[in-house]
């Protein structure tokens, strides 16, 4: 019996080549030629097969067709005209679950559906045609998929997503280890997805669908037993993840550095002052949620952060960093040394406005002269006794590389081979003002 009913399922079980995900389906034609009992017995071993699922309650299926099955069911089409003829119903074709109840017992169930042409008239050689492409993620993914698409579980299946899953997007989430299968189904199909299963429809031809949610008893098997468990779960689960944080996040951690001899440091708040002998530099740091001490005794700066995540004490040793770029830059200063680079038309810099602007004219033989402004605190000149090179000198590291940043974007080669076109202004060498 078993051998009959695999024969009646005609292509059993098919598995995505790309998405691995597997769809059961069987064949209303073969299955006709069977006795009403065979018949009876094939669908039964279909839904049964279809909505089994393993002891975590995850489905071993994405979805169940029964190809030409809804052959001799009535026109739809014609009882909706007659019955119902001014409703309108919006095309749901979005990534969704299905879901039932409200609130609190909201859960996902599982859903039926039915397919029928809007030419219904008898015709031997009429083509059946694809009437959906259908996407359906494989229910052990279903958390990733909601993650990675966003879906909002608690909007109606029309708006729990807003964006088409395509074909580029299917390769990233495999790449995920997202599970899928894509299916088409004809007109005439009669199609069974089991629960968790995140779908989307995308309508190919004209077709009279109607589908509705199916309540499995498996589901709703010792439902309060099930439920207890499932709230007892989940509160260990967001108890675990809780003393999990609270065992990452150190209590108070530091960053400690000393401060220069020829160097004068106060510091307001998370506002610091810098004093040395090539001038003041101030900076803020109200960005970070830290705690700047100094002890003037000990020459000594502190920076702590209380109850901070592995990201945030990344962060202590970045701000030490900043505030020792201030000190070099009051004692030492920074100097980017520049040189202009070119293969037949010679660039032609002029520095002007006491070193607070430069010009750059001839750049690739063109005409246009471009006007660089430097930043606060910065002054350009021509080095001495080497030819097309250029110096950039200040006391804020910050200001200076953005200087230099901004010479070198403003003479970018475009629409031509950069491998070939190698003119331009270059960074050649980055020190100091004085040695140090």
């Not at 292509?11 to 691995?20: K, L």
């Not at 039964?44 to 994405?62: I, M, W």
């Not at 990452?248 to 020829?262: E, F, K, L, W, Y």
């Amino acid at each position: 019996m078993v051998g009959g009913v695999k024969r009646a399922f005609g292509n059993d079980t098919e598995v995505d080549a790309n998405g691995e995900g597997k769809s059961l389906q069987m064949d209303a034609c073969k299955l006709s030629a069977h006795d009403e009992a065979l018949q009876e017995e094939c669908f039964e071993c279909f839904l049964k097969t279809l909505f089994s699922e393993d002891r975590l309650g995850v489905s071993n299926y994405c979805m169940g067709i029964i190809r030409n099955g809804a052959e001799s069911l009535p026109n739809m089409l014609l009882n909706l005209s007659q019955n119902y003829p001014d409703m309108k119903v919006k095309n749901r074709t979005y990534a969704h679950a299905d879901h039932s109840g409200d609130g609190l017992d909201r859960r996902t169930t599982a859903a039926v559906g039915v397919l029928q042409p809007i030419e219904t008239k008898p015709d031997d050689d009429q083509v059946c045609l694809v009437a959906k492409d259908v996407i359906c993620f494989d229910p052990s993914s279903f958390d990733k998929v909601v993650e990675i698409m966003k879906l909002d579980l608690f909007e109606p299946p029309s708006s729990q997503c807003v964006e088409w899953i395509d074909d580029a997007k299917l390769n990233l989430m495999a790449r995920e280890g997202v599970k899928y299968t894509k299916v088409k189904l004809y007109h005439n199909d009669i199609y069974f997805i089991p629960r968790n299963v995140v779908h989307q429809f995308k309508t190919v031809s004209a077709v009279t669908s109607i589908a509705w949610h199916l309540r499995w008893k498996d589901y709703y098997s010792n439902e309060s037993s099930h439920s207890l468990m499932n709230s007892l779960g989940a509160f260990q689960h967001e108890y675990s993840m809780l003393l999990s944080e609270l065992e990452m996040r150190a209590i108070q951690s530091s960053q400690s550095i000393s401060v220069p001899d020829n160097v004068e440091f106060s510091v307001t708040g998370r506002d610091v002052v810098v004093k040395g002998k090539r001038g003041v530099l101030k900076k803020s740091f109200n960005h970070n949620q830290v705690q700047i001490e100094y002890d003037a005794t000990a020459a000594k700066i502190t920076v702590r952060k209380w109850f901070g995540s592995r990201k945030e004490l990344a962060g202590l040793r970045t701000i030490c960093s900043h505030i020792q770029n201030l000190f070099k830059g009051v004692t030492s200063g920074y100097r980017y040394k520049m040189k202009a680079v070119y293969a037949h038309f010679p660039i032609n810099i002029n520095i002007v406005n006491g070193g607070k602007t430069v010009e750059i004219r001839n750049f690739l033989g063109e005409k246009r002269v471009r006007v660089v402004q430097m930043i606060d605190g910065v002054l350009c000149e021509s080095a001495k006794g080497v030819k097309d090179e250029y110096w950039f000198s200040g006391n804020d590291l910050e200001n200076v590389s953005r200087s230099a940043a901004l010479v070198r974007q403003s003479v970018l080669v475009k629409k031509k081979d950069i491998r070939k076109f190698l003119d331009g202004i270059y960074v050649s060498e980055k020190t100091t003002v004085e040695e140090v």
